[in-house]
């Protein structure tokens, strides 16, 4: 079986990340992923692909694809003939639904199109972003919402499967690094600096840490339109012993700053599912995130984290994690949520047993 991948890019971003766990992670010898992307890709993420011995093919195509790229891309397919196409993201959505009818095709919805689209790119274009979006789906034989509360956000014709599949994170856990120090709390975050991402909040929440004569350290992970902004913030607030950012990092090295952490802080003001909850959990690390609709179907409140509206709930939440008892408490079990929920082998199966039962009805 042959499944076509159709991804925007290779960037290292939540959609692009769950598509490469999900075909580096197979153990399915009869499972042939290849990887198509619209845009072409930096050597080094190539280079990846290379080593997992996964098939890359680029369409060269720009951010936003005219007609000529869509007749160029029905040509690379038809090439490939795949048995199943597997979209991920806005644009492969978009053409694989609309544009290539022949194949039986598979989408996962990363994202609450009706609020994440907005936020990027403005109400007016944002709204006609999710219609079509919206619209798109019908032509899907199976629809895979990230979570519940993704599913509740679309509507899909009843020509379609829908079947929600929790994102899995590959386990690069080895210890738990048990830091007793209870004098400073170690916090990091890894985000897109967006608005949607509202990555000031966390900023704002640790100047009123050191107001209040609390030692706390956060490391930003992240690159994007708001960084000379909250580098302002961090100069004109003296927090330049308190915040570092890191900027964009190899992946692996994400891990290794979770690792040395104390708590993940997460501040987004939407998310459809938040991969990097996974992750902290993967690396038993307790979160400490924003009251959004979805954060209550993954995060167990005062368990393996805390949902949290107002900054003064952050900072009575951060505040409990100086003490060691407390936090190791919800370390273990985030670990155990990861175990339960999130792991890779959780999400390769049933993305390949609903390949499988496609191909059948074929």
Not at 75 to 103: E, L
């Amino acid at each position: 079986m042959k499944i076509l991948v159709l991804v925007p890019s290779l960037d290292e971003k939540g959609p692009i990340i769950v598509a490469k766990n999900l075909a580096s992670s197979s153990k399915d010898n009869e499972i042939e992923y290849v990887f198509l992307s619209l845009r072409k890709n930096e050597k080094k993420l190539l280079e990846y692909y290379l080593n997992q011995n996964i098939n890359v093919v680029e369409a060269d195509m720009g951010k936003v694809p005219l007609p000529n790229n869509i007749i160029k891309l029905k040509k690379i397919i038809n090439k490939i003939n795949p048995d199943i196409i597997h979209s991920h993201a806005f644009w492969p959505t978009i053409i694989a639904g609309f544009f290539i009818p022949k194949y039986k095709k598979v989408v996962t919805v990363h994202n609450n199109p009706h609020e994440d689209y907005s936020y990027e790119y403005g109400n007016i274009v944002g709204k006609l972003m999710t219609k079509f979006f919206i619209r798109a789906l019908k032509y899907y034989e199976v629809v895979v919402p990230i979570s519940n509360f993704v599913k509740t956000n679309i509507k899909v014709s009843n020509q379609s499967k829908i079947e929600v599949i929790y994102n899995g994170i590959e386990d690069k856990f080895t210890k738990f690094n048990r830091n007793r120090d209870q004098s400073t709390i170690n916090l990091i975050t890894v985000s897109v600096l967006n608005k949607r991402k509202n990555v000031k909040r966390i900023l704002e929440i640790i100047y009123l840490l050191k107001q209040d004569g609390k030692k706390v350290k956060c490391n930003i992970i992240g690159d994007g339109k708001e960084m000379l902004a909250l580098k302002e913030y961090v100069k004109l607030h003296n927090l330049n012993n308190e915040v570092t950012f890191l900027g964009k990092i190899p992946r692996k090295s994400v891990f290794e700053y979770i690792l040395n952490a104390d708590a993940f802080i997460f501040t987004s003001k939407s998310e459809g599912f938040g991969l990097v909850v996974a992750e902290s959990y993967m690396m038993g690390k307790p979160v400490l995130v924003n009251d959004i609709p979805v954060m209550w179907e993954i995060v167990d409140n005062n368990t393996n984290g805390f949902i949290l509206r107002s900054n003064s709930q952050f900072l009575d939440a951060i505040s409990s994690l100086y003490n060691f008892e407390i936090k190791e408490k919800m370390s273990l079990s985030a670990r155990e949520k990861y175990l339960k929920y999130f792991t890779i082998d959780k999400m390769v199966k049933r993305y390949e047993k609903l390949f499988y039962e496609l191909l059948v009805n074929k």
